[in-house]
Protein backbone atom coordinates (compact mmCIF):
# COMPACT_ATOMS: atom_id res chain seq x y z
CA UNK A 1 0.00 0.00 0.00
CA UNK A 2 1.40 3.32 -0.95
CA UNK A 3 0.89 6.67 0.75
CA UNK A 4 1.42 10.00 -0.31
CA UNK A 5 4.68 11.02 -1.03
CA UNK A 6 7.39 11.77 2.38
CA UNK A 7 7.90 14.83 0.54
CA UNK A 8 4.02 16.54 0.78
CA UNK A 9 3.81 15.02 3.85
CA UNK A 10 7.32 16.81 5.33
CA UNK A 11 5.82 20.16 4.08
CA UNK A 12 1.85 19.30 5.34
CA UNK A 13 3.85 19.04 8.86
CA UNK A 14 5.86 22.61 8.46
CA UNK A 15 2.33 24.03 7.35
CA UNK A 16 1.25 23.03 10.02
CA UNK A 17 3.79 25.07 12.23
CA UNK A 18 2.77 28.60 10.04
CA UNK A 19 0.93 31.47 10.87
CA UNK A 20 0.68 31.82 6.99
CA UNK A 21 -2.51 30.36 5.26
CA UNK A 22 -0.85 27.69 3.05
CA UNK A 23 -2.97 25.21 1.13
CA UNK A 24 -1.24 22.03 -0.06
CA UNK A 25 -2.59 19.53 -3.41
CA UNK A 26 -1.18 16.66 -4.88
CA UNK A 27 0.13 15.96 -8.30
CA UNK A 28 -3.73 15.46 -9.23
CA UNK A 29 -4.93 18.41 -7.99
CA UNK A 30 -6.75 16.37 -5.04
CA UNK A 31 -6.91 18.56 -1.44
CA UNK A 32 -4.00 17.06 0.77
CA UNK A 33 -3.95 19.52 3.36
CA UNK A 34 -4.68 23.32 4.65
CA UNK A 35 -3.39 25.03 7.77
CA UNK A 36 -5.33 26.59 10.67
CA UNK A 37 -4.64 30.02 9.49
CA UNK A 38 -6.16 29.09 6.16
CA UNK A 39 -9.54 27.83 7.91
CA UNK A 40 -9.84 31.52 9.69
CA UNK A 41 -10.10 32.58 6.05
CA UNK A 42 -11.95 29.81 3.97
CA UNK A 43 -14.65 29.15 6.96
CA UNK A 44 -14.22 25.41 7.26
CA UNK A 45 -12.13 23.44 9.17
CA UNK A 46 -10.09 21.13 7.20
CA UNK A 47 -11.32 18.05 9.62
CA UNK A 48 -14.62 18.83 8.26
CA UNK A 49 -13.64 18.88 4.35
CA UNK A 50 -10.36 16.56 4.43
CA UNK A 51 -8.97 15.43 1.58
CA UNK A 52 -10.84 15.64 -1.79
CA UNK A 53 -10.60 15.43 -5.65
CA UNK A 54 -10.26 19.29 -7.39
CA UNK A 55 -13.57 19.05 -9.01
CA UNK A 56 -14.94 19.04 -5.81
CA UNK A 57 -12.72 21.66 -3.56
CA UNK A 58 -12.71 23.73 -6.39
CA UNK A 59 -16.43 24.12 -6.33
CA UNK A 60 -17.11 24.16 -2.28
CA UNK A 61 -15.80 28.18 -2.11
CA UNK A 62 -17.37 28.94 -5.31
CA UNK A 63 -14.50 30.88 -6.84
CA UNK A 64 -14.63 33.44 -8.78
CA UNK A 65 -12.29 36.23 -10.66
CA UNK A 66 -12.63 39.53 -9.50
CA UNK A 67 -15.25 40.51 -11.91
CA UNK A 68 -17.72 37.71 -10.78
CA UNK A 69 -16.80 34.82 -13.40
CA UNK A 70 -16.94 31.71 -11.89
CA UNK A 71 -13.79 30.14 -12.12
CA UNK A 72 -13.39 26.04 -13.66
CA UNK A 73 -11.71 24.32 -10.52
CA UNK A 74 -8.44 23.81 -13.22
CA UNK A 75 -8.42 27.90 -13.03
CA UNK A 76 -7.71 28.54 -9.45
CA UNK A 77 -3.96 29.62 -9.33
CA UNK A 78 -2.36 26.34 -7.27
CA UNK A 79 -4.04 23.97 -9.66
CA UNK A 80 -2.59 25.64 -13.06
CA UNK A 81 1.08 25.81 -11.11
CA UNK A 82 0.88 21.94 -10.00
CA UNK A 83 -0.10 21.11 -13.72
CA UNK A 84 1.88 23.36 -15.55
CA UNK A 85 4.53 23.36 -12.90
CA UNK A 86 5.33 26.90 -12.62
CA UNK A 87 4.66 29.53 -10.36
CA UNK A 88 1.36 31.53 -10.51
CA UNK A 89 0.27 34.71 -8.66
CA UNK A 90 -3.76 35.58 -8.93
CA UNK A 91 -6.64 37.19 -6.98
CA UNK A 92 -9.92 35.61 -6.67
CA UNK A 93 -13.18 35.65 -4.33
CA UNK A 94 -14.30 33.06 -2.78
CA UNK A 95 -17.84 32.30 -0.80
CA UNK A 96 -17.21 31.06 2.45
CA UNK A 97 -20.03 28.56 4.15
CA UNK A 98 -21.54 31.24 6.03
CA UNK A 99 -22.20 33.03 2.86
CA UNK A 100 -20.02 35.81 3.39
CA UNK A 101 -17.62 36.61 0.36
CA UNK A 102 -13.61 36.98 0.83
CA UNK A 103 -10.69 38.45 -2.00
CA UNK A 104 -7.78 36.40 -2.01
CA UNK A 105 -4.33 36.99 -3.30
CA UNK A 106 -2.86 33.31 -4.03
CA UNK A 107 0.93 32.64 -4.37
CA UNK A 108 1.04 29.06 -6.07
CA UNK A 109 4.10 26.94 -6.14
CA UNK A 110 5.10 23.78 -7.90
CA UNK A 111 6.87 21.48 -5.85
CA UNK A 112 8.72 17.83 -7.00
CA UNK A 113 10.93 15.32 -5.59
CA UNK A 114 14.58 16.05 -5.50
CA UNK A 115 14.80 13.05 -8.80
CA UNK A 116 12.20 15.45 -10.49
CA UNK A 117 8.80 13.94 -9.39
CA UNK A 118 6.18 16.01 -9.93
CA UNK A 119 4.41 15.84 -6.41
CA UNK A 120 1.90 18.68 -6.33
CA UNK A 121 1.43 22.41 -5.39
CA UNK A 122 1.00 24.22 -2.52
CA UNK A 123 -0.37 27.83 -1.93
CA UNK A 124 0.06 30.90 0.28
CA UNK A 125 -2.15 33.21 0.21
CA UNK A 126 -3.78 36.11 2.35
CA UNK A 127 -6.91 38.52 2.43
CA UNK A 128 -6.72 41.35 -0.26
Known amino acids: ?????IEL???KQVAGYLAT???????DGALE???EPAEQLLGQRYEETG?????TWGKI????????????PDELPVAVAARE?????GTVAIRRPDG????LTITALPFESADGARLGAFAIFWES
Open 1 to 5: MSGPP
Open 9 to 11: LLL
Open 21 to 27: PVFLIDE
Open 33 to 35: YYN
Open 51 to 55: QIPLE
Open 61 to 72: WAPTDLDGRPLA
Open 85 to 89: RRPVL
Open 100 to 103: SDRH
